[in-house]
C-alpha cells in the first residue's frame, strides 16, 4: 500500500504543516493582552511630545486634544496597513502568477513525470521494441521540457518583479518631490496664520499613496512631515525631497540606492516596491533553487542508472539528461543528450545479459533521490567534482558526500604553501564565498577539509576560481514527493498573500469608518467601548482555534471509502 | 457508541456541510461588523458562531465513532459528491477562518493601541489650537 | 469632522477582490470541482500530485501484467505438455530396453521416439503473439536442426531474461531462456531425446537404458523450471489483485480531494494515451450538447 499511504502521508503533513502555521499565528492573537504586549503600547504614551513653547499641563484634558492624536494614530495604522496591504497584494499577484505552472496543464511537471514513468514501465514489458524505448526519449524530452518552462515561468515573474522595482521608485521620487512642495506650501501659510485644509487633505493623500509604494515612518513637526523609510533612509524632511535611484546589480536585477548612494535594497519592507524586493530576492529565489535541486538530483541520479548498465549495442549507457555548469540552471537548461532509441541502457551488466537495467532506470521514480548530492560545474551531473580541479594555492583532492554533509578536501599546489591554502580558503569563509555549515579544520598532514551542511551552499575558494560545484540536499524524497512538495508550497504561499490582502482590506475599513466618523462620546464611553471590543476579538480569537481544530476532519471521513 | 445506518451518515454528513457554510458566512459577516465597527452586529455574529463550532464539533463527533466502529473495506460508501464536498467544504471554512484570524489580529492591535492612548488622556500633554493642532510632535513606535 | 479621503482605493479593492472571487468561483464552475489552482487548497493539490503519478503508474503495471502474463501462463502449459512427452519417452525407452523387444519392434519404436522428440522441439519454438517464449529476447527460431551438433539441434536465442516492473518495489523476472531448459548443461533435454533416438534406431540397449535415466531425471528439471513459470504467474496474478485495489482506493481518493468529473481527468491526463481524450473530457463540460454530439462520434 505504500502508493497511497505515502499520497495520504503527505496530505497529512502539509496539512499538519499548515496547522502549526496557524497555531503560531494564533497564539499571536491569545497574546493580544499579555503584560509584555500592553507594556510595548504603553510606550506609545510615554513619548515625549514637545510644544514649539509653552508649557505641558497635566489633567483636564479635553476630547478636542485626544482626538486630533486619535486622528495621527488612526493616520499612521493606516499608513502601516496600506503598505502591508500593497505588499501582499504585489506578492499575491506574483505568486497567482507563478502557481499557473504548477497546476494540472498538460504541460506541467507532474504530468510529464507521470509520463516518463508510464514509459519506463512500458518497457520493462517490451524491452527490445523500438517504440516503446522512442517513448522513453519522448517522454524525456517532455519531461525536460516542463522542467524548462516551470523555471522560465519563476524566472520572468522575478524579471516583472524587477520592473516593478524600477517603476515604484520612480512612483516614489514623484511622490516625495510633491509632499516636500505641499510641506513647503503649508509652513508659509502657517507663518502667515492661514490655514488651508485642502492643501492638508492633498498632503495627506499623497502620504498615503507614499505608503502603498514603501513601508515609510512619519513624524510631524512644525515644519512640515519628515518621513523616512521603515529603516531609516530619509525621503522627505520639510520641504526637501531625497531621491532614490536603481542600479543594475551583479545578478542583473536593479538595486535601490539612497541620495548617498548607499544600496538600501535589502531593507526596504512593505508597500509595492518591498513586496517586489521580497518576490524578487527572497520568495521566487527559495523556490528555484528547490526546483533546480529537484531537476539537478533526478537528472544525476537517471544518468547513473543509465550509466551502469549497457545498451542494445551492447556499449556502456550514456548519460540521458544533460544539466548546465553550477546547477543553478538545472531546470531551465535541462534536455536529454541521447537521440537514438538505442542508446537506452536496457541491459545490466554481467553474465547474460537481461533487460534488468529497466529496473534500475524505473527505480529513480520510485526511490528516495539520494539526500546529499554534490552536484558539479562541468556540466555533466552523474560525474564527481573533478578532483584535480586547480584552483589558484592548490587543487581538489576529494570529494565525499554523507548522509551528514559534503566534505572536501584540499591539497597546496607546488607553488603554494598549506598556509596560504588555509589563508585563501579562510578569506573566501569570511567573504562569503564558501558558507560553512560545520567548520573548517586544518589537518596538519598538509591537507584542508571543509565541510558543509547548507543547501545550496557553492563552493568557490577565492573570485579567481570557477564555482567548483554545489552541495544539495532534498531530504531524502522521491522526485514526486519533492515536486508535491514544492506545489505545496507555492500554494500555501498564494494562499496566504491572498488571505493577508483580504483582512488587510477589511482592517483598513475599519480604520478609515473610524476617521470619519462623527464623535463626541467622552473618554470614558469611548474607553468601555473599546473594552467590548476587545472582549469580543478574544471571544472571535478562541472561535479561531477551535475551527482550527477540526481541520483534519475531511482526511478522517472524506476519504475512507469502501471498496 | 452509536449504531449509526448509512442512511443517517448521509443525512448527518450533509447536515455536517450545511452547518460549515453556514459558519463560513456568520465570520464572513462578523468580518463585516467589524469593518463597520458595528459592536452589537458583532457579539451577536459571536455567539452564532458558538452555536455553529459546537454542532459542527458534535456532528464530526458522531460520524467519527460510526467510521471507527466499522473496517473500512465494509463501510457502506458515502453518496458520490459528499466526500469531494466535505473537502472543499473544509477549506472554504478553513480560508475564512485564516482571513477571520488575520483581521481579528489587526483589529484587536488598534483597539489596544486606542485604549493605551486613552488611557494616558490624565497625562502630560496640551492642547493646542487651530492649525497647531495637526502639527504636535509625537512619534509611534508600531 | 475630516471627510474620509480614502474611501476610493476600498471600493476599488473591494472591486478587485469580488472580481477575482468571481473568476474562481466561475473557474470552479467550470471544472466542475474544487482544486484549480494550488493555492484553492494547497494540501489538496499536493496530494493530486502524488496520486495523479501513481494513478499512472498502477495502470501501466495493470497493462504490463496483462501483456506478460499469456505468455507465463502458455509457458507453463508448454511445459506441462514437454513432461507428459518425457514421461511418454520414458515409457517408450523401458520398453525398449527391455529384452523381449525385437529388432522390428524397435524400429517402431524409434519412430515414434523421434516424433516425440520433435514435439518437444516444436514445443520449445512455442511462440505467443508472434514472440518466442523460449528464445530470451532474441526473434529467430529458438532450436533448428543442426547435423554438425551433438543433439541435432543449435540455440540460436539468446540469455536475456525479460523482468518486467509491475509495482513500485516489484519486478518480475517472465521468461527463462531455452537453453536453460531444453539445453541446460546439467540435464540436456533434447540431447537425451537424441541419443534416446539414435540408441532406440541401432538397438543400443545400454545406450536406451543410460538415455531413458537421463529423461526421468529431465521430467524433474522440467518440473522445476515449470515452477519457475508458476511462481512467476502466482506473483502477477497476486499483484493484479493487490492492484486493482489500489486503482479503486486512488480514484476515491482522487474523487475526494478534488471531485468525480476532474478526478476523472486528472486519469485520463496520467496515461499516456493521445490528449484529445482528455480535452475533449475538459471541454465537454462547457461545448453545447449539439457540439459535443457531433465531436464524440466516432468516425
Given at each position: 500500500m505504500g502508493g497511497l499511504n505515502a499520497t495520504l502521508n503527505i496530505g497529512v503533513r502539509a496539512l499538519d504543516a499548515a496547522q502549526a502555521a496557524l497555531d503560531a499565528t494564533s497564539n499571536n492573537i491569545a497574546n493580544v493582552n499579555t503584560p509584555g504586549y500592553t507594556e510595548e503600547v504603553a510606550q506609545l504614551s510615554e513619548d515625549p511630545l514637545t510644544q514649539s513653547g509653552g508649557e505641558i499641563t497635566g489633567g483636564g484634558v479635553t476630547m478636542d486634544g485626544i482626538q486630533s492624536v486619535q486622528d495621527e494614530l488612526l493616520d499612521l495604522q493606516i499608513q502601516q496597513q496600506t503598505s502591508s496591504q500593497s505588499s501582499a497584494n504585489t506578492e499575491s499577484a506574483s505568486l497567482q502568477q507563478i502557481q499557473t505552472y504548477f497546476t494540472t496543464t498538460g504541460t506541467d511537471i507532474a504530468t510529464a513525470l507521470t509520463t516518463f514513468s508510464n514509459s519506463l514501465d512500458a518497457l520493462s514489458a517490451s524491452p527490445i521494441s523500438t517504440a516503446t524505448q522512442q517513448s522513453v526519449l519522448s517522454a524525456g524530452q517532455d519531461l525536460a521540457q516542463a522542467f524548462n518552462t516551470t523555471a522560465n515561468g519563476l524566472t520572468s515573474a522575478q524579471s516583472s518583479a524587477n520592473g516593478l522595482v524600477t517603476t515604484s521608485v520612480a512612483q516614489i521620487n514623484e511622490l516625495t518631490q510633491q509632499i516636500a512642495q505641499l510641506n513647503g506650501q503649508i509652513e508659509q501659510l502657517t507663518n502667515s496664520g492661514q490655514n488651508d485644509s485642502s492643501t492638508e487633505d492633498q498632503l495627506n493623500a499623497s502620504v498615503q499613496q507614499l505608503s502603498g509604494l514603501t513601508g515609510i515612518s512619519v513624524t510631524q513637526s512644525k515644519s512640515g512631515d519628515t518621513i523616512m523609510t521603515g529603516n531609516g533612509t530619509p525621503l522627505v524632511m520639510g520641504d526637501q525631497s531625497f531621491t532614490l535611484q536603481t542600479t543594475t546589480g551583479s545578478d542583473g536585477f536593479q538595486q535601490v540606492l539612497d541620495s548617498n548612494g548607499s544600496n538600501i535594497t535589502s531593507t526596504l519592507n512593505g508597500g509595492q516596491l518591498g513586496g517586489a524586493i521580497q518576490m524578487r530576492d527572497q520568495t521566487i529565489p527559495g523556490m528555484l533553487s528547490q526546483l533546480n535541486s529537484l531537476a539537478s538530483q533526478f537528472s544525476s541520479s537517471f544518468n547513473a542508472a543509465q550509466t551502469q548498465g549497457l545498451d542494445s549495442n551492447g556499449n556502456p549507457g550514456l548519460n540521458f539528461f544533460a544539466v548546465p555548469t553550477g546547477s543553478a540552471e538545472a531546470a531551465a537548461g535541462i534536455t536529454v543528450s541521447i537521440s537514438d532509441p538505442s542508446l537506452l541502457a536496457i541491459s545490466s551488466v554481467g553474465t547474460g545479459s537481461s533487460n534488468n537495467n529497466v529496473a534500475n532506470l524505473s527505480a529513480v521514480l520510485s526511490q528516495a533521490l539520494p539526500s546529499n548530492s554534490v552536484s558539479s560545474t562541468g556540466g555533466n551531473p552523474s560525474a564527481p567534482l573533478a578532483t584535480s580541479t586547480p584552483l589558484t594555492n592548490g587543487s581538489v583532492t576529494s570529494i565525499a558526500d554523507a548522509s551528514t554533509g559534503a566534505t572536501f578536501t584540499f591539497t597546496a599546489g607546488a607553488s603554494s604553501t598549506i598556509a596560504s591554502l588555509q589563508a585563501a580558503i579562510a578569506s573566501a569563509v569570511t567573504a562569503g564565498t564558501l558558507s560553512n555549515g560545520t567548520g573548517l579544520s586544518f589537518n596538519a598532514a598538509g591537507h584542508v577539509v571543509i565541510s558543509t551542511t547548507t543547501t545550496g551552499d557553492t563552493l568557490q575558494v577565492s573570485s579567481s576560481d570557477t564555482v567548483l560545484g554545489q552541495f544539495n540536499s532534498t531530504s531524502g524524497k522521491t522526485p514526486a514527493n519533492a515536486y508535491a512538495s514544492l506545489v505545496f508550497n507555492i500554494g500555501n504561499a498564494a494562499s496566504n498573500a491572498s488571505t493577508q490582502y483580504t483582512a488587510l482590506g477589511k482592517s483598513l475599513l475599519q480604520l478609515t469608518n473610524q476617521q470619519s466618523s462623527v464623535s463626541g462620546v467622552n473618554i470614558d464611553d469611548e474607553t468601555a467601548n473599546l473594552i467590548r471590543f476587545q472582549t469580543a476579538y478574544q471571544a472571535g480569537a478562541r472561535i479561531v482555534s477551535t475551527i482550527q481544530q477540526l481541520n483534519t476532519v475531511a482526511l478522517d471521513m472524506g476519504s475512507s471509502q469502501s471498496y | 457508541m452509536m449504531d449509526m445506518g448509512a442512511t443517517d451518515r448521509d443525512q448527518r454528513t450533509r447536515a455536517y456541510l450545511e452547518t460549515a457554510h453556514s459558519l463560513v458566512q456568520e465570520l464572513e459577516r462578523a468580518m463585516q461588523a467589524i469593518s463597520c465597527n458595528g459592536l452589537s452586529d458583532l457579539e451577536e455574529s459571536l455567539a452564532e458562531q458558538e452555536v455553529l463550532t459546537v454542532r459542527l464539533r458534535s456532528l464530526r463527533r458522531q460520524l467519527w465513532v460510526f467510521n471507527d466502529t466499522q473496517p473500512a473495506c465494509l463501510r457502506p460508501a458515502l453518496e458520490r459528491e459528499l466526500p469531494s464536498d466535505l473537502v472543499s467544504a473544509d477549506a472554504e471554512l478553513q480560508a475564512a477562518n485564516r482571513v477571520y484570524e488575520a483581521v481579528l489580529g489587526h483589529s484587536s492591535h488598534s483597539a489596544a493601541l486606542m485604549t493605551s492612548l486613552l488611557g494616558s488622556a490624565n497625562g502630560q500633554f496640551q492642547e493646542a489650537s487651530g492649525a497647531r493642532l495637526k502639527y504636535q510632535t509625537w512619534s509611534c513606535r508600531m | 469632522?475630516?471627510?474620509?479621503?480614502?474611501?476610493?482605493?476600498?471600493?476599488?479593492?473591494?472591486?478587485?477582490?469580488?472580481?477575482?472571487?468571481?473568476?474562481?468561483?466561475?473557474?470552479?464552475?467550470?471544472?466542475?470541482?474544487?482544486?484549480?489552482?494550488?493555492?484553492?487548497?494547497?494540501?489538496?493539490?499536493?496530494?493530486?500530485?502524488?496520486?495523479?503519478?501513481?494513478?499512472?503508474?498502477?495502470?501501466?503495471?495493470?497493462?504490463?501484467?496483462?501483456?506478460?502474463?499469456?505468455?507465463?501462463?502458455?509457458?507453463?502449459?508448454?511445459?506441462?505438455?514437454?513432461?507428459?512427452?518425457?514421461?511418454?519417452?520414458?515409457?517408450?525407452?523401458?520398453?525398449?530396453?527391455n529384452g523381449t523387444t525385437n529388432a522390428s519392434d524397435l524400429k517402431a519404436i524409434a519412430t515414434q521416439m523421434q516424433g516425440i522428440l520433435s514435439t518437444v522441439v516444436s514445443q520449445a519454438n512455442a511462440s505467443v503473439a508472434g514472440g518466442y517464449l523460449f528464445g530470451g529476447t532474441g526473434?529467430?527460431?529458438?532450436?533448428?536442426?543442426?547435423?554438425?551438433?551433438?543433439?541435432?539441434?543449435?540455440?540460436?536465442?539468446?540469455?536475456?531474461?525479460?523482468?518486467?516492473?509491475?509495482?513500485?518495489t516489484l519486478s518480475v523476472q517472465v521468461n527463462l531462456p531455452g537453453s536453460q531448459i531444453f539445453s541446460d548443461p546439467s540435464n540436456n533435454v533434447l540431447g537425451s531425446l537424441s541419443s534416446l533416438v539414435t540408441a532406440l534406431q541401432s538397438g543400443d540397449t545400454s545406450g536406451i537404458e543410460t538415455a531413458t535415466s537421463s529423461i526421468t531425471s529431465a521430467i524433474a528439471f522440467i518440473g522445476e523450471r515449470q515452477a519457475f513459470y508458476g511462481n512467476a504467474e502466482n506473483q502477477l496474478n497476486s499483484q493484479d489483485t493487490f492492484l486493482q485495489q489500489e486503482t479503486v482506493s486512488l480514484a476515491s481518493q482522487a474523487t475526494n480531494l478534488v471531485g468525480v468529473d476532474e478526478a476523472t481527468a486528472a486519469t485520463n491526463l496520467s496515461q499516456a494515451e493521445t490528449d484529445n481524450s482528455a480535452a475533449l473530457a475538459a471541454t465537454a463540460k462547457v461545448l453545447p450538447n449539439t457540439l459535443l454530439n457531433y465531436l464524440s462520434n466516432p468516425s
Open positions: - | - | 469632522m475630516q471627510i474620509n479621503p480614502n474611501i476610493t482605493p476600498n471600493i476599488l479593492a473591494d472591486l478587485q477582490q469580488s472580481q477575482s472571487m468571481l473568476n474562481s468561483a466561475l473557474q470552479q464552475v467550470a471544472t466542475g470541482r474544487s482544486v484549480s489552482v494550488p493555492s484553492d487548497n494547497p494540501a489538496a493539490s499536493a496530494a493530486m500530485v502524488q496520486n495523479t503519478i501513481e494513478t499512472g503508474n498502477v495502470d501501466q503495471y495493470t497493462k504490463n501484467i496483462s501483456t506478460v502474463l499469456a505468455s507465463v501462463e502458455s509457458a507453463s502449459s508448454v511445459l506441462s505438455t514437454v513432461v507428459t512427452a518425457l514421461t511418454q519417452a520414458v515409457s517408450l525407452g523401458t520398453e525398449g530396453a526473434t529467430s527460431t529458438p532450436y533448428t536442426e543442426d547435423t554438425s551438433s551433438p543433439t541435432g539441434y543449435t540455440y540460436n536465442g539468446n540469455t536475456d531474461a525479460t523482468s518486467v516492473v509491475v509495482g513500485d
